[in-house]
Every structure is written in C-alpha cells, then in structure tokens.
C-alpha cells in the first residue's frame, strides 16, 4: 500500500556533489531523476512528500567545514530552483502544509556534523538563515560539540572502527549545551544520531523541546553503538521526541550473511514502538549514505515497508504515524 511518508535524512546533497565533481554538471541529471536512491521520481512514486536532505561534512576531508558546508548549499538550492515545479524549500511547519496541499513536495536542510559551525554561535544563526532547520551534533569525529558513540582509529594504523563499544564517558561540551539552548531558541530541530551515549543523556536533561534521533534503530536489536538502547527510546519519548528508521544493513541485523529483510526493519520498529509507545517513531533511511539494501533499495520502495509493517500486525493509523504523522507533530511543535 501507498502511505505519505516523511523521511528525517539522506545524503543524496552530499552524493550528487561528489558526483558533480567526478562528472561535471550537471551531476547525471541531478535531484530529478539520477541513479541513486533518491530523485523526484521516486520520491513521488514511493508517496515521499517530505524528504529532510542533509548536508553531510567529512572532517577528514575539508579543512574548513563551513565552506564546504556552504557549497553543497550552494548545489541544494540550484537544484530546487531548476526543479520548482516539483518541490519547494520549507521553513517552518506551515510550508510542509501549504505544498501538500498545492500538491508539491517538500525539502528540509539539516546538516549532519555540528563542526561546520566551529563552535560559534554566529555561524549556527548563519545556517538558520540558510535555511538549516535540523542539526546533527557529530558525525564520527569529536568536535566543539561533543564525542561521537564510535572510536575511530588512528590515521593510518588500519584498523576498523569500533561501533560496538558506546562512549557513556564523554558527552556535550559547554560549548554543546550552548548551542542546544540556542537551536531550540531559534527553532531549529536537535539530532542526536551519532551523538554519544554520554551526550545523549545531556541532551535530555538540558532539552526543553523535543528533539530526535534522525536516523537510528533499536540497539537491543542490533547491538551497534548507532542504535538506540531501551532507555534511550523511553526518554526520548518522554521528551515528545522521535527516532527514525535506519534502512543501513549493518544497523538492522548483526550478522548480515544472507541479507537483511523488510521483516528486520519491521522487528526495530516493533520493539521500539513496544518501548516507548507507537508516538516516538518515524523514517530516517539515510539513503545515499548507505549500501543500497536491496530488501528497499530506493525511495520509490517505501510501499513496501508499508505492506511489511501491516503484515507485522501494525494498524493503518500505526503505519501512518511511523510515516510522517509523528514527524510532523514534532516539527509543529518545534519549528517556527
């Protein structure tokens, strides 16, 4: 079945732009039709009304952030004024109403590494006014912020990261609390998907809005340090808050030999709907910053994920607010 749908990250931005770079412009087509897992096309088919794109920042790569931040910016909003017949750039909660109901598909700008501001408050009102209406706090490196829930290793030694070991040691910085207070000031949306077991629990106890976890799962299901353990999910649905559904195999099934299934994004979604209540959770595929999962390979599959969680014993109004409706609820209440 076809069910409207709200996804909270991608990374298709960030894909296009490295695409852009091998090819040259324009980057195979660009946001309208290309070969990754999300353009127009199959946003429409899969009933994707609203896609968050993020801006994806590799410290490793860019010695300043910030600009590099500001390119794919650049490249976000040249590929919605060439496709403006078709989506439209929302900034508050009105927006995603008014294209729904004009029949045009929406585009959120989050940015996914909190680095990019370097630690100035300035530079977080720079991107509200940007447009950035969703900050993830760290990626994989700590930063101004915070520490990430994964130990990378030294540069060059070769080894694997560790995403088995969570850091409960090091959470938000003072400079993190700052621009916590500051983003919920402004109405901008607080991600804490990479963030560390540590931060996680700073952001609770300093939120006073609800704030999400775009793109992570239930960790009792999987144990990656990406996913959230019970605990986390019943206080981030007290805090009226909403994690979203990662479609990355590694972050569904542990040991992946044979595949994952539609059936395994389906257990995340039971156990934590079992633990925090059918309100706190939603999409966040992280498309294009993950293997393809052939079980829903792009955006167009979203009926798919439909048909498997009614098949799990889901009602439709379940479905509908794993969807979108909780997502909206919480940008209703925080976006301003």
């Not at 540069?155 to 694997?160: F, H, N, V, Y």
């Not at 040691?169 to 990479?194: K, W």
């Not at 700073?202 to 144990?223: E, G, I, L, T, Y």
Request: aromatic share 8%; charged share 25%; net charge negative.
């Amino acid at each position: 079945m076809k069910t409207a749908a709200a996804d909270m990250h991608c990374d298709t931005i960030s894909a296009l732009f490295q695409m852009r770079s091998r090819e040259g412009a324009p980057a195979n087509g660009g946001l309208l039709k290309n070969g990754l897992h999300i353009d127009l096309e199959k946003m429409e088919k899969g009933g994707c009304f609203l896609q968050n794109f993020a801006l994806f920042v590799a410290l490793s790569e860019h010695s300043d952030p910030l600009q590099a931040c500001i390119a794919l910016a650049d490249l976000y909003y040249e590929e919605l004024e060439k496709n403006s017949g078709r989506i439209r750039p929302v900034y508050c909660y009105e927006d995603i109403v008014r294209n729904r109901r004009e029949g045009k598909l929406s585009a959120l700008l989050t940015v996914e590494e909190g680095a990019v501001c370097k630690g100035r408050l300035d530079h977080l009102r720079l991107l509200y006014r940007l447009g950035v209406r969703m900050l993830t706090l760290t990626w994989n490196f700590p930063n101004e912020l915070g520490w990430p829930n994964v130990r990378m290793p030294e540069k060059d030694s070769g080894a694997a990261p560790d995403f088995s070991t969570p850091d409960r040691e090091h959470g938000l910085t003072e400079t993190g609390f700052a621009f916590l207070a500051e983003m919920e000031r402004l109405g901008m949306i607080v991600d804490v998907s990479h963030l560390s077991d540590a931060g996680f629990w700073d952001v609770v106890r300093a939120a006073k809005k609800p704030f999400v976890a775009s793109h992570s799962n239930a960790r009792a299901v999987c144990a990656h340090v990406r996913n959230l353990d019970d605990d986390m999910i019943r206080a981030l649905a007290e805090k009226g808050g909403v994690t979203g559904l990662n479609f990355c195999p590694s972050f569904l099934k542990k040991e992946e030999g044979g595949g994952v299934s539609l059936d395994d994004i389906a257990a995340h979604a039971r156990h934590i709907v079992n633990v925090g209540g059918e309100g706190c959770l939603g999409l966040g595929s992280d498309f294009d910053g993950i293997p393809t999962n052939e079980a829903i390979p792009d955006a167009s599959c979203l009926p798919l994920l439909a048909d498997a969680l009614e098949k799990a014993g889901f009602s439709q109004r379940q479905i509908d607010g794993i969807f979108c409706e909780n997502v909206l609820r919480v940008y209703r209440e925080v976006l301003k």
